[in-house]
Structure formats: structure tokens, C-alpha cells
């Protein structure tokens, strides 16, 4: 967070010597927060204000990194409370829990289970990012912790009450850097010493906020800093009324001690409500999510939550302005126009794809709007249709001039006929779901 010029001449000696070239504490001050100079240009102060600036020109909420290399996991430095104020920065990340009460085969099933839950949407990858792992009751937590760092490809949260069995799980995959879960008030030296050995981030959690702020407090003291205030669903109300005044205590307060990302671990339950718990979580303000079940259409819900959470608002989802080639197209496969609209996009190529029928996708510049609001904006026009289908030299790759417009654009018909090549214009659906349907019996 910017400091003021006020906050900032507070940390100053106020002698108004002028050795740093300026005729005031205050002139320099000014300059400082302009970022026009450094605090370091005033040769007089002192060290205990340096690192109190720099403490205070941080972050309001720490950014805090899970695992290592490929296997990297962030949560935190978040800015904003409501994602239309800028954005929220880094995505939720589900974490799959695998029971203590499994076998070892069976846990590295689950383990396999989270490596596969990859899924395309949009044109982004959405997968787990994080395996939640139970020690206490397992027999030799080092053994199953390295195992199952051996076979993830996400990094692992190592879950957990007991320091001893956390203490062997952890050094057992220290190189890994897991997230240590299960620190509250009645282990929290242990775990402070364990993370602090391990140099791995710890999750706090405790009954009220101000017991977790003295427990973070009490880490960072002791030289732990890479912190995630923790919470359950036994009380839903309260976990999501704590998240809002914790998040809004960091990022309106400066409050370093809940400055913090937070997780939110899932009770086990029924699946679906597990979806709807973890979604309702996911958007507001879990870093992290703990859930049982992997299962594709548990996890989708939740990752389509989160995508569309996370997307910028103010970037509008946009594929390039070009003839796509869906499938072994030849010179009679079927062209049809779209807008550059991501969703308007990937929603036609999928069910073009779903056709079986290989198509050419004449995508025109929209500025990011689908079909309609392009239209009701005036971003697309049948003169625009017909530059665009020149441009990408569409007559060049097929020998007949059928063009399918959409069914929402019928008006474009007569235009594109009379001032292009395109003489058989013919009007598509007015929904993607329906391409499928519509190339099989219109396309011959
Ligand atoms: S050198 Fe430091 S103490 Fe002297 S006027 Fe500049 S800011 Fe103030």
C-alpha cells in the first residue's frame, strides 16, 4: 500500500538540514512518495525507520508460495475487496484431500486422481492445485509423505494436529516446500519450530480473530512469516463473516497480523453440498479450498466458479481475429462467422467440434462482445463480415460461397449477398448447442 507524504516525514529526523539536496523534511518527504526519491537520499535516517518503512510500504497481504519449481502454487497479495474495484490477482486453488485412513495404495490412487483432474475451458487449463495429505493415524507419515511427493504433479499440503507426525512428513519432503496445516493455539510452538526448521509455510487457525492474530503474531516473532490464516465450514456464517473482517482489516487497516491469504477446509459431508460450499468459498475469500471428492463434476463447478472470479474485469476475453481451421477441412467443409468474444468463440468451436464435421470459423473483431451486445454496439456489421472474410482470403481455401451467419445476425443476409462473393448466405443457429444439429442436416 502507497504511504503518504505524512506517514513517510513521521520516519524523518525533521531537522531540515538540506543535505538531501532539498530545503525541508517535509519537500523530501513529498519527493518520496512520488517515488522521485528514495528514503535512503536522507543520509540521516535512521535504521530502525528504514525497516519501519519498508514494513509499511509492503504488501497488505502476504504473497505466499506452496511447493517449488513447475510445482508452484501462490496465494495472496491480493488488493482489492470486490473484484470490480481492479481485479483479484491470484485464483483459489482446490486441494483434494487423501484420508489417513487409506492404504498407501490406495492414497496414491487419490494422488493419481488429482495429477489427472486436468480440464480445458476457454482456452485456459483448469486443474487441482494442491494435494492435501492426512499424517495423523498414519502409521509412518515420512514414508507416505514421500511417496506422495514422488508421484504428485501439484504440491502438497501436509494436514495434520500432531507435531510429531507432522514433523516426520515434513522433513521427509522439506525440499518440496509443503503447506503445514493444522497449527492453533495447542501446538503452535511446535509447529512454529517445525516450519521455521522445514522453512516451510505454516496455516494458523484459532477461535476468534483476535486469537489468530496473536498466534501469527507469535510465528512471525519467531521468524515464520509465510503465513495462511486457516478456518473450517462447522460454522459457515462465521467463516465467512471472519474471511470478510480479516481481508478487510489487511487491505483498509494495514493490519499486517491478518495480512495474510486464507484457506477454508471443506467438512466432510454430501458431495454436492461440498460443491456449493466450496464454490460460495472460493469466490469470497479463500486462497485454498480442502474438499473430499474429485470426481469431474464436483470439480467443475468449482473451477468454473473460480475462473470466472479471477478473470479481469476490465480485459475483455478475446481469441485473435482469424479463420480457424477446426478439424481436416477441405476446399467444401463449411464456413461460418463468429465474434472474437472468448466464450462466444470457444463455445462455437466445441460444438463444431462435437459436429464431427470439419469447419472453417471466420472470427471477426468485436472488441470482446459476443454476437448480440457486438451488433447492439456497433462493433459488427455485414460490411465488417465481408472486409474480414477478404482479409483472411476465406475464398481462397474453399471452391463454393455458402457463408453460415448466425442465427441472431439474419438482418446481415441480404447485405453480404449484395455487396460480396458470399451469394448463398445462409442464417445458423442462434445458439451454439445447436450447430451439431443444424451442419448435419443443412450441410451437404
Ligand atoms: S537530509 Fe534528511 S533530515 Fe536533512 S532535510 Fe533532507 S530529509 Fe530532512
Same mark, same amino acid.
Given at each position: &500500500?502507497?504511504?503518504?507524504?505524512?506517514?513517510?516525514?513521521?520516519?524523518?529526523?525533521?531537522?531540515?538540514?538540506?543535505?538531501?539536496?532539498?530545503?525541508?523534511?517535509?519537500?523530501?518527504?513529498?519527493?518520496?512518495?512520488?517515488?522521485?526519491?528514495?528514503?535512503?537520499?536522507?543520509?540521516?535516517?535512521?535504521?530502525?525507520? *528504514?525497516?519501519?518503512?519498508?514494513?509499511?510500504?509492503?504488501?497488505?497481504?502476504?504473497?505466499?508460495?506452496?511447493?517449488?519449481?513447475?510445482?508452484?502454487?501462490?496465494?495472496?497479495?491480493?488488493?482489492?475487496?470486490?473484484?470490480?474495484?481492479?481485479?483479484?490477482?491470484?485464483?483459489?486453488?482446490?486441494?483434494?484431500?487423501? *484420508?489417513?485412513?487409506?492404504?498407501?495404495?490406495?492414497?496414491?490412487?487419490?494422488?493419481?486422481?488429482?495429477?489427472?483432474?486436468?480440464?480445458?475451458?476457454?482456452?485456459?487449463?483448469?486443474?487441482?492445485?494442491?494435494?492435501?495429505?492426512?499424517?495423523?493415524?498414519?502409521?509412518?507419515?515420512?514414508?507416505?509423505?514421500?511417496?506422495?511427493?514422488?508421484?504428485?504433479?501439484?504440491?502438497?499440503?501436509?494436514?495434520?494436529?500432531?507435531?510429531?507426525?507432522?514433523?516426520?512428513?515434513?522433513?521427509?519432503?522439506?525440499?518440496?516446500?509443503?503447506?503445514?496445516?493444522?497449527?492453533?493455539?495447542?501446538n503452535i510452538d511446535a509447529l512454529i519450530e517445525i516450519a521455521s526448521s522445514c522453512k516451510c509455510p505454516l496455516a494458523v487457525s484459532a477461535?476468534?480473530?483476535?486469537?489468530?492474530?496473536?498466534?501469527?503474531?507469535?510465528?512471525?516473532?519467531?521468524?515464520?512469516?509465510?503465513?495462511?490464516?486457516?478456518?473450517?465450514?462447522?460454522? &459457515?456464517?462465521?467463516?465467512?463473516?471472519?474471511?470478510?473482517?480479516?481481508?478487510?482489516?489487511?487491505l483498509r487497516k494495514n493490519f499486517r497480523p491478518l495480512g495474510y491469504p486464507a484457506l477454508v477446509e471443506v467438512l466432510e459431508g454430501d458431495?454436492?453440498?461440498?460443491?456449493?460450499?466450496?464454490?460460495?468459498?472460493?469466490?469470497?475469500?479463500?486462497?485454498?479450498?480442502?474438499?473430499?471428492?474429485?470426481?469431474? @463434476?464436483?470439480?467443475?463447478?468449482?473451477?468454473?466458479?473460480?475462473?470466472?472470479?479471477?478473470?479481469?474485469?476490465?480485459?475483455?476475453?478475446?481469441?485473435?481475429?482469424?479463420?480457424?481451421?477446426?478439424?481436416?477441412?477441405?476446399?467444401?467443409?463449411?464456413?461460418?462467422?463468429?465474434?472474437?468474444?472468448?466464450?462466444?468463440?470457444?463455445?462455437?468451436?466445441?460444438?463444431?467440434?462435437?459436429?464431427?464435421?470439419?469447419?472453417?470459423?471466420?472470427?471477426?473483431?468485436?472488441?470482446?462482445?459476443?454476437?448480440?451486445?457486438?451488433?447492439?454496439?456497433?462493433?459488427?456489421?455485414?460490411?465488417?463480415?465481408?472486409?474480414?472474410?477478404q482479409e483472411q482470403k476465406v475464398a481462397e481455401k474453399v471452391k463454393h460461397r455458402k457463408l453460415i451467419i448466425p442465427g441472431l445476425l439474419?438482418?446481415?443476409?441480404?447485405?453480404?449477398?449484395?455487396?460480396?462473393? @458470399?451469394?448463398?448466405?445462409?442464417?445458423?443457429?442462434?445458439?451454439?448447442?445447436?450447430?451439431?444439429?443444424?451442419?448435419?442436416?443443412? @450441410?451437404?
Open positions: &500500500m502507497a504511504l503518504t507524504g505524512m506517514q513517510i516525514y513521521k520516519l524523518l529526523p525533521k531537522t531540515n538540514c538540506k543535505d538531501c539536496g532539498l530545503p525541508t523534511c517535509m519537500a523530501f518527504a513529498m519527493q518520496v512518495a512520488a517515488k522521485q526519491k528514495a528514503l535512503t537520499d536522507c543520509p540521516h535516517v535512521s535504521e530502525e525507520s *528504514k525497516s519501519e518503512l519498508s514494513e509499511a510500504s509492503s504488501p497488505p497481504m502476504r504473497l505466499v508460495k506452496i511447493g517449488t519449481g513447475d510445482a508452484t502454487f501462490e496465494i495472496g497479495q491480493e488488493t482489492v475487496m470486490f473484484r470490480h474495484d481492479e481485479k483479484f490477482h491470484r485464483p483459489c486453488g482446490i486441494a483434494v484431500r487423501v *484420508k489417513a485412513k487409506l492404504s498407501d495404495d490406495d492414497a496414491m490412487k487419490v494422488v493419481e486422481k488429482i495429477n489427472g483432474s486436468v480440464f480445458d475451458r476457454v482456452g485456459q487449463t483448469l486443474k487441482v492445485e494442491l494435494c492435501a495429505l492426512e499424517v495423523d493415524g498414519v502409521g509412518d507419515p515420512a514414508s507416505r509423505a514421500k511417496k506422495a511427493a514422488d508421484k504428485s504433479k501439484v504440491p502438497i499440503v501436509i494436514v495434520g494436529k500432531d507435531p510429531a507426525k507432522i514433523k516426520a512428513a515434513a522433513e521427509a519432503i522439506k525440499d518440496k516446500r509443503p503447506l503445514l496445516y493444522g497449527a492453533d493455539a495447542s477461535g476468534s480473530l483476535e486469537e489468530l492474530a496473536d498466534l501469527t503474531s507469535k510465528a512471525k516473532e519467531k521468524g515464520v512469516d509465510d503465513l495462511v490464516l486457516s478456518f473450517d465450514t462447522k460454522d &459457515m456464517v462465521k467463516t465467512l463473516r471472519s474471511l470478510t473482517l480479516a481481508r478487510r482489516a489487511a458431495a454436492i453440498d461440498e460443491t456449493v460450499i466450496a464454490s460460495a468459498f472460493a469466490a469470497k475469500y479463500a486462497g485454498i479450498v480442502i474438499i473430499d471428492n474429485a470426481e469431474p @463434476w464436483e470439480l467443475l463447478p468449482i473451477m468454473v466458479v473460480i475462473q470466472n472470479v479471477y478473470t479481469d474485469p476490465q480485459v475483455p476475453n478475446t481469441v485473435d481475429a482469424k479463420l480457424y481451421e477446426i478439424g481436416s477441412v477441405t476446399e467444401n467443409s463449411p464456413v461460418l462467422f463468429t465474434t472474437n468474444f472468448s466464450l462466444t468463440y470457444f463455445s462455437v468451436e466445441a460444438e463444431v467440434e462435437r459436429s464431427k464435421i470439419p469447419t472453417f470459423i471466420c472470427v471477426v473483431e468485436t472488441e470482446g462482445l459476443g454476437v448480440l451486445n457486438a451488433y447492439a454496439g456497433d462493433k459488427i456489421s455485414a460490411e465488417k463480415v465481408v472486409k474480414t472474410i439474419p438482418i446481415f443476409r441480404a447485405e453480404i449477398e449484395d455487396t460480396s462473393e @458470399w451469394k448463398e448466405v445462409i442464417i445458423g443457429p442462434e445458439t451454439a448447442r445447436e450447430i451439431p444439429g443444424f451442419l448435419t442436416s443443412n @450441410w451437404k
